[in-house]
């Protein structure tokens, strides 16, 4: 099972990584935010995985036992996936700005300071 | 967007949703939940409102702007961390616990109110983000 | 003692703030603070004599070894004294000489900055806080070199005497920690006893070499001579005193003070004696083509410095004594020809000695001091120069080998230096007077009274050497050298070889003087071979420098955003590669893929084709449902392998984010193809490489076993302590409360941040 998963973690990074390096700023929020899922399964998948044994204690014991899921990396993934969606809009709304002010979505052309460019 | 399906809809379903959102919150502790996917479910209630009934209109129900939210909920989470250290002379984000449980709810103690406040903080930031790009798009 | 060295840093802050007090006439009271001191430590004089060594010690970073240690004996002394003596004269100069500048406080505190420093320096016990004074002299010499700033050439010259003290300041640390690791202490006083223990050490070689390389540099040896000419360029009272007793000396300093602790044999005299004869001919027969009084100056001080570590090399207690006069001779001759080169260039406005004569019709008293000047540098009896010049050969003579072309070179370097100081020190006095300078009158006495002061020494030590003797000579020899011997210092030794040698050189010297003349000429010829000279090689060495890092810099530093990303990502790919195949077998259990289940195969195969979808449809919309779909396949995929509140969490995100795109992107442009297809195919190999990779890197890493302690931690705890059953939410509002309080405070600057660039528009740019 962890093989299929480190391959579409694989294939997330990759394809993010390909979109932040392509030239049109959309394509760059679009990588960054696959690169974002994957690097949420990698962290998920280094807990390893259980199937149907979630970190919630049985209301009739008082502590977790036996076999069950990895709870820091929920957490970690938990804030990671909130915070990702501050990033994205502050991200989206910038190329919105820099579209409106430069009135290009070509990433080359956002390579000076000069404000008249 | 606004058919008329809808719109009657979501009359209704924005007090269920927010109830949802509250139910989930709450039960946070004990069973998946929590502060963060209440807020969320909440924001998602409120842009579904938006939607259908126009920003104007959500807005008044609100009464003020959405991003209130987000100091008050920062102030009620700062004030459960260091509340133990007020009252019991406990170290900062100590949890303290009222002795007896209520019904529904459950026990209630600080970590309650730290999550009744990431909750306000998200609805918070989610309906600002969200209100301020669809009013100047 | 400490309290001598932090005087002049408190003088140089106090400048600072009430440097407009010193401007005018009060700054000749400056010259209170290096007298001062001259005071202070000549009372240690009786103490220093009778053999005594002073320490004192404060605690500064013991952690590191590293203390503010001072210690005070006879060589500590000499330097003491010469920095603060010469410093009185040069402040009192200055204060004439620079009359009225602008900037005059700024170059009191630098030059006390300087002189706090060199004292530091040379009664620092502790290699460490030595290393530190170092590093300031190197540093507040940069801007008295530089103190012309508005000039390109001076600023070049402080930039390269910069460079090469600082490489020197850089290998003196490397030397100083390999030296105490090798004996475990930095105090140079306890170095002293374990001698054997560093020259048979394994770094024995390495921290020579260092040092070396540090003495070398700062007191301009052959090949790193040539930052000291350029440092010609700064005002007259800084030549003076960075290169008649302090700054150059600093080397010589060093290798003084190591003596007793490094010299172990053959490679210790070899190394300084050649280096130091090389200096010290190649830079005499230079003087020769120079005919600006300050280059024939400045190439006469590197040579007397290559005299200096010439006889640290040579390292008998003959050897080291006639250094530590030689070291008095040379900064009361050097510093005198100097002020007296200042004095000469301030009223006549020229440095070309082929255009002066006839100058002491004009400038008597000045003339006077040069004319002494010259027979203590030429060596001539009875001045101290005398006595200096019978030391130098009593210990070539008397060396094992070589002895005889050792003695050569020293007499041949002494015969230049003879026409060195005659050049500077009298031929501008002789002969008839233009007319254009016969309007010129006397200098203030603060200008012409201290090189005055300085000859009439020279004089005075030639005339009774017992006064060198009892203060430096014996002390230095005592803690120096490694036998003692007693011995006394004469003007007199009775008719002998080194009286027949003194007599040929001066002979040699007043035939030189006579026949050879300054001319442009021979200076043209020189400047024919400067293709080959050190200082052009290196110069040009530092512009290849240049040159490079300026492609370096633009190879890495395009603009482009996706340059440096590709550049990143081909570097991790090279470094986890190289990681992973070196210590790699792909031996996974595939045994686990038998309990997949239908659902856990459409899920995946859905979030594959969101993925790809998103990458390659050529519609944004497409693209924004697509990643939608991906979203969703997540909190599937979450929900499957027991994370509830990741599903839910990942569910209500996605379908914001879904909305957040839709919103904006009606106003975003469309696609364009904005790359070639070689291009794609580039970044193409580039980002799959780098996908492989991470999956290899993923299966790597889950073959290491698990750390669950905290996971146990928690999943124990979560009832007991926190009273919450859903442990996730547990370890977010609870055990990890302050790193949540965190995460929504970013999560608020976040909205801020979007509500701020929507909402409040650039209120300049919308006025324009």
């Known amino acids: 099972m962890e093989i299929i998963l480190a391959i579409i973690t694989g294939v997330l990074y990759a394809s993010g990584i390909y979109m932040i390096l392509r030239r049109s700023m959309v394509k760059l929020i679009l990588g960054i935010i696959l690169l974002g899922n994957g690097v949420n399964l990698l962290i998920f998948l280094l807990g390893r995985i259980t199937k149907g044994q979630p970190p919630i204690i049985d209301s009739t014991e008082k502590a977790l036992e036996g076999i069950y899921a990895d709870p820091i990396p929920q957490a970690l993934i938990l804030t990671a996936i909130v915070i990702s969606f501050g990033l994205q809009a502050f991200a989206i709304i910038l190329v919105k700005r820099a579209y409106k002010v430069l009135k290009t979505d070509d990433l080359d052309q956002l390579n000076t300071t000069d404000e008249d460019s | 967007m606004r058919t008329i399906i809808l719109k009657s809809a979501s009359s209704y379903l924005l007090p269920v949703l927010l109830l949802f959102s509250v139910f989930i919150l709450l039960r946070g502790h004990y069973l998946p939940g929590g502060g963060f996917v209440g807020g969320l479910v909440a924001a998602i209630a409120f842009v579904l409102d938006a939607f259908s009934n126009g920003l104007d209109k959500t807005k008044g129900i609100l009464k003020f702007h959405p991003g209130f939210f987000m100091p008050v909920g920062l102030m009620i989470a700062f004030l459960s961390g260091i509340s133990p250290m007020l009252l019991a002379g406990l170290p900062l984000m100590t949890g303290i616990w009222a002795d007896n449980p209520i019904p529904v709810i459950g026990a209630i103690g600080s970590p309650l109110f730290f999550d009744i406040g990431v909750y306000l903080v998200v609805i918070g930031a989610s309906l600002t983000i969200i209100f301020t790009i669809s009013e100047s798009v | 003692m400490l309290g001598a060295v932090l005087l002049g840093f408190l003088f140089s802050l106090f400048l600072v703030f009430a440097g407009s ?21 000549l009372t240690f004089i009786p103490e220093i004599s009778s053999g005594e060594v002073i320490y004192e010690s404060y605690e500064w970073i013991p952690s590191f070894g590293v203390n503010l240690s001072f210690t005070l004996d006879g060589l500590a002394l000499l330097f003491a004294l010469m920095i603060t003596g010469v410093g009185s004269l040069v402040f009192l100069y200055t204060s004439a000489y620079l009359k009225d500048h602008k900037y005059l406080d700024r170059f009191y505190g630098y030059l006390s900055l300087f002189m706090a420093a060199m004292l530091g320096l040379v009664l620092s016990d502790n290699l460490m806080s030595l290393f530190i004074f170092w590093e300031l002299t190197s540093i507040s010499s940069f801007y008295l070199i530089g103190f012309n700033n508005d000039k390109a050439d001076s600023r070049k010259s402080a930039l ?44 024995y070689l390495l921290i020579l070499l260092l040092i070396f390389g540090a003495a070398f540099t700062k007191s301009a040896q052959f090949p790193f001579h040539f930052w000291l000419p350029g440092a010609m360029k700064a005002p007259t009272p800084v030549s003076t005193y960075l290169h008649s007793a302090t700054m150059v000396k600093a080397g010589v300093y060093l290798l003084f003070r190591m003596t007793p602790v490094l010299n172990g044999g053959d490679i210790w005299h070899t ?19 120079r005919t600006d009084l300050k280059g024939i100056l400045a190439y006469s001080t590197i040579s007397a410095l290559g005299i200096l570590v010439f006889l640290i090399g040579i390292g008998t207690q003959a050897a080291l004594i006639a250094a530590a006069v030689f070291i008095v001779v040379h900064a009361l001759y050097k510093a005198s020809l100097f002020l007296i080169t200042g004095i000469i260039d301030h009223e006549t406005g020229t440095r070309d000695v082929t255009q002066l004569a006839g100058l002491r019709k004009v400038l008597l008293p000045v003339a006077i001091a040069g004319f002494i000047a010259a027979l203590i540098s030429g060596g001539v009896p009875p001045t101290l120069g005398f006595v200096g010049k019978d030391l130098i050969y009593e210990s070539t003579l008397h060396f094992k080998n070589n002895a005889v072309l050792l003695t050569i070179i020293a007499i041949s370097t002494n015969v230049l230096l003879f026409y060195a100081g005659f050049v500077a020190g009298v031929k501008p006095f002789m002969g008839k007077l233009p007319k254009k300078f016969e309007k010129l009158h006397l200098p203030s006495p603060l200008m012409w009274v201290p090189p005055l002061i300085m000859t009439i020494a020279g004089l005075v030590f030639g005339l009774f050497p017992s006064l060198i003797e009892t203060t430096f000579a014996k002390p230095i020899a005592m803690t120096q050298a490694i036998a003692f011997e007693d011995f006394h210092l004469k003007l007199w030794h009775g008719f002998n070889t080194i009286l027949g040698l003194s007599a040929i050189t001066l002979v040699l010297g007043v035939v030189l003087y006579f026949t050879l003349k300054p001319s442009h000429a021979l200076e043209n010829k020189i400047a024919k071979l400067d293709f080959i000279a050190p200082e052009v090689l290196l110069l040009k060495l530092s512009e290849g420098f240049a040159v490079f890092s300026k492609y370096w810099t633009n190879f890495f530093q395009t603009g482009y955003l996706r340059h440096y990303i590709s550049i990143v990502v081909a570097f991790l790919i ?45 519609s944004r919309l497409a693209a924004v449902a697509a990643l939608g779909v991906v979203g969703l396949s997540f909190s599937l995929l979450f929900l499957f392998y027991s994370a509830p509140d990741l599903a839910m969490t990942q569910f209500s995100v996605d379908t914001l984010t879904v909305i957040l795109f839709v919103l904006v992107l009606y106003k975003l442009p469309k696609y364009l193809n904005f790359s070639n297809k070689w291009l794609r195919m580039k970044h193409g190999v580039l980002s799959v490489s780098f996908g492989v990779l991470i999956t290899l890197l993923i299966l790597r890493v889950l073959k290491e076993p698990k750390n669950t302690e905290i996971s146990e931690f928690y999943a124990e705890n979560a009832y007991k302590l926190a009273h919450g059953k859903n442990v996730v939410n547990v370890i977010l509002v609870d055990f990890r409360g302050i790193d949540t309080m965190i995460e929504i405070s970013v999560l608020i600057v976040a909205a801020l941040g979007v509500f701020g660039l929507l909402k409040l528009r650039l209120k300049t740019r919308d006025k324009k």
């Open chain 3, 271 to 289: 190394v300084l004696i050649v280096v130091g004869a090389i200096t010290m001919i190649y830079s005499a027969v230079h003087i020769i083509f």
């Open chain 3, 21 to 41: 007090y010193f401007r005018g006439k009060l700054a000749v009271l400056s010259s209170l603070i290096p007298l001062s001191l001259f005071v202070y430590f």
């Open chain 3, 160 to 203: 390269v005497a910069l460079g090469i003290t600082g490489i020197g300041g850089l290998l003196l640390l490397g030397g100083a920690v390999l030296l105490g690791d090798v004996v475990g202490t930095y105090r140079i006083s306890e170095m002293l006893s374990m001698r054997d223990a560093i020259t048979d050490s394994s770094n």
């Open chain 3, 574 to 618: 090279l470094l986890l590669g190289y990681l992973i195949f070196s210590d790699f077998s792909l031996e996974t259990d595939f045994s686990t893929l038998a309990d997949l289940t239908i659902y856990e195969i459409s899920i995946l195969l859905m979030l594959l084709m969101g993925v790809l979808y998103t990458v390659f449809t050529k």
